[in-house]
């Protein structure tokens, strides 16, 4: 069965500190990876990857996969309050199954 | 299992039937959502209920229709189906509003 584990389930930090969040994944024939932030509504895209060891970026935010091991790392430098939210990873199946499998999520608190 | 299950997992249908989607969650959440996954991996929020009543509702066609008939279950009717709804349509439950969301399985439906 396809599963996806993100640690760590919930994260305190003071604004400016730097955050890694994890995302493990069990899902045969993996297609990509992506990354959501989830404020108040419904979760907003961030990332895709597909290929290993290419680090994408936007802004402070920065996410690398490893297909090799399975995982991939979101990364937030210099964080800001309005960076509290909760962060999702999900995976894509083969294709032809064109859904996701998400993970349970890390909750960020950034305080002042 | 505790989970968010959803069926069917696939559904292919002519235009114009009327197909209904449900879901289920014995989480013992109280806020249950659906969102339309489009092509280019965004989740759209189409409804939530929060103890069985409508607290979100977005734009979308009166051709949707949710129900809640106990906050376990949410289903999603949809009349006169077109093309354009062709997607991929997770359902999703929380612990109140703002906390973490978890979601189902998907449902891929195809309109032919």
């Known amino acids: 069965e396809d599963k996806v584990v993100q640690s760590p389930l919930s994260l305190v930090v003071h604004e400016g500190d730097t955050v890694t969040l994890n995302c493990s994944y069990e899902?045969?024939?993996?297609?990509?990876l992506l990354w959501y932030k989830q404020e108040k509504k419904a979760p907003t895209f961030l990332f895709m990857l597909?290929?290993?060891?290419i680090e994408k970026k936007s802004g402070r935010l920065s996410s690398i996969l490893d297909k090799k091991e399975l995982f991939s790392i979101l990364n937030i430098t210099a964080t800001q309050t309005g960076d509290s939210a909760i962060y999702l990873c999900a995976v894509e199946p083969p294709r032809g199954a064109q859904k996701l499998v998400f993970g349970q999520g890390t909750r960020l608190t950034i305080n002042p | 299992d505790t989970a968010v299950s959803q069926t069917p997992k696939y559904l292919v249908t002519q235009m114009g039937n009327d197909k209904s989607i449900k879901c289920e969650q014995n989480?013992?959440?109280?806020?249950m959502y659906w969102y339309k996954q489009d092509s280019k991996k965004f989740l759209k929020i189409m409804f939530s209920?929060?103890?069985?009543?409508?607290?979100i509702n977005e734009t979308v066609p009166n051709r949707f229709s949710p129900k809640s008939p106990d906050k376990a279950h949410l289903n999603l009717h949809i009349n006169s189906l077109e093309l354009g709804d062709s997607a991929v349509y997770f359902c999703?439950?929380?612990?109140?509003?703002?906390?973490?969301?978890?979601f189902g399985p998907g449902t891929r439906l195809l309109v032919l």
């Open positions: 899902v045969t024939n993996f297609r990509s």
């Open positions: 597909t290929s290993s060891g």
């Open positions: 999703a439950s929380s612990h109140g509003t703002g906390n973490t969301q978890y």
């Open positions: 989480l013992g959440h109280d806020t």
């Open positions: 209920y929060n103890n069985k009543e409508l607290i």
